[in-house]
């Protein structure tokens, strides 16, 4: 009898482990586990809740540069100067901004419209990927980054900056360097912020590093062909 029990027992105790290790994970936004509208995301533990993408917009792997794509537009091109910049130019010695502009100095014929954040037809990352992805503010850039651990470190024969956070898990962004005008400038990781540098108006935030350190605020002119790390928020 006793013996019986102790089979009936341990066969209980297969079954209750077997359902532990196949038990599912449940699915973010109504997606696979750990991707939100066909696109992978990482959960870096941070108190926001945020979650980041795993790739660069226009990048199939972590390693993948992505797309270059100037501040406020939505999709690559051939130059990244003033003349071909969707909401400003610069002549005359004098920025014409004709959208996200703070300052009358700045703005063409003295135009000023107060926005300071992308708007949603704006923002690449909604653009190109949908779903709830957007260009995370400077706030989560440095939300990231006073959260984790980095450094420059070469992956899969690819330079970048490698952020590790307290729960273990890791996001890479690649060195993919930038586009002004037609020149290109290599080994250095710029990264757009959907934040407009106020005073200056003409340049927005971003997170930017090279071989020697990360620089959570940088700014560069919005014309410039820069990378885009999108961001999701949990639901």
């Not at 959960?43 to 199939?60: E, H, K, R, Y």
């Not at 999709?75 to 005359?92: C, L, M, Q, T, V």
Request: a negative charge; aromatic letters at 14%; charged letters at 20%.
């Amino acid at each position: 009898m006793d013996r019986a029990l102790r089979a009936v027992a341990a066969l209980m105790l297969m079954m209750v482990f077997a359902v532990g290790c196949n038990k599912p994970i449940a699915p973010s936004h109504g997606d696979d586990a750990n991707e939100h509208n066909g696109h992978g995301y990482v959960d870096m533990g941070l108190p926001s809740g945020i979650l980041w993408a795993t790739c660069n917009v226009g990048a199939d792997t972590p390693e993948g540069f992505g797309d270059y794509l100037a501040w406020g537009e939505t999709a690559p091109k051939d130059i990244y100067d003033w003349k071909s910049y969707r909401y400003g130019n610069f002549r005359y010695d004098r920025y014409e901004l004709n959208k996200y502009c703070t300052d009358s100095c700045y703005g063409l014929d003295g135009f000023v419209d107060e926005l300071v954040v992308l708007e949603s037809g704006d923002d690449a990352a909604r653009a190109c990927w949908g779903g709830d992805w957007r260009i995370p503010t400077i706030e989560e850039w440095e939300e990231l980054f006073q959260n984790t651990t980095g450094g420059w470190m070469v992956q899969n024969g690819v330079k970048g900056w490698l952020l590790t956070a307290t729960n273990g898990n890791s996001l890479f962004l690649p060195a993919a360097g930038y586009w002004w005008g037609t020149d290109f400038n290599a080994d250095l990781g710029l990264y757009w912020s959907c934040s407009l540098q106020t005073l200056y108006p003409y340049r927005a935030w971003g997170f930017h590093f090279n071989t020697d350190s990360a620089h959570l605020c940088g700014s560069s002119d919005r014309n410039r062909g820069q990378m885009v790390r999108a961001v999701c928020c949990r639901q």
